[in-house]
Nanobody, 122 residues
Framework: QVQLAESGGGLVQAGDSLRLSCKAS????????KAWFRQNSGQERQFVAS???????NYIDSVKGRFTISVDNAKNTVYLQMNSLKVEDTARYYC????????????????WGQGTQVTVSS
């Protein structure tokens, strides 16, 4: 029903910025809660940020003030602007979507992208 495709990851130095994009299929995407999660091999998938259909946002404490999630409805695309990147931000980042309203639980999301790797070096 919904397909998500992330892009924009890469290798950067600490303090640099990246903007991740998640292109979605279908017009109904506008009414979903959208989120970004991240995961390293062998570890649990971690919530990063979410945005509701009316624009309300949630962030994990460690990225507040540095990351911004936004949506361009005309382009069916959700973004994650990441500034002042730290080594600990290194992970594969995944875009997710759901029709519900439990934004920080990975189990609440039924639609996922393939992920894009972000690596931050010191």
């Amino acid at each position: 029903q919904v397909q998500l495709a992330e892009s924009g990851g890469g290798l950067v130095q600490a303090g640099d910025s990246l903007r991740l994009s998640c292109k979605a299929s279908g017009r109904a995407f506008r009414n979903y809660t959208k989120a970004w999660f991240r995961q390293n091999s062998g570890q649990e998938r971690q919530f990063v940020a979410s945005i509701g259909w009316h624009g309300g946002t949630n962030y994990i404490d460690s990225v507040k003030g540095r990351f911004t999630i936004s949506v361009d409805n005309a382009k069916n695309t959700v973004y994650l602007q990441m500034n002042s990147l730290k080594v600990e931000d290194t992970a594969r980042y995944y875009c997710a979507a759901q029709a519900g309203a439990s934004p920080q639980r990975s189990s609440s999301y039924g639609y996922w992208g393939q992920g894009t790797q972000v690596t931050v070096s010191s």
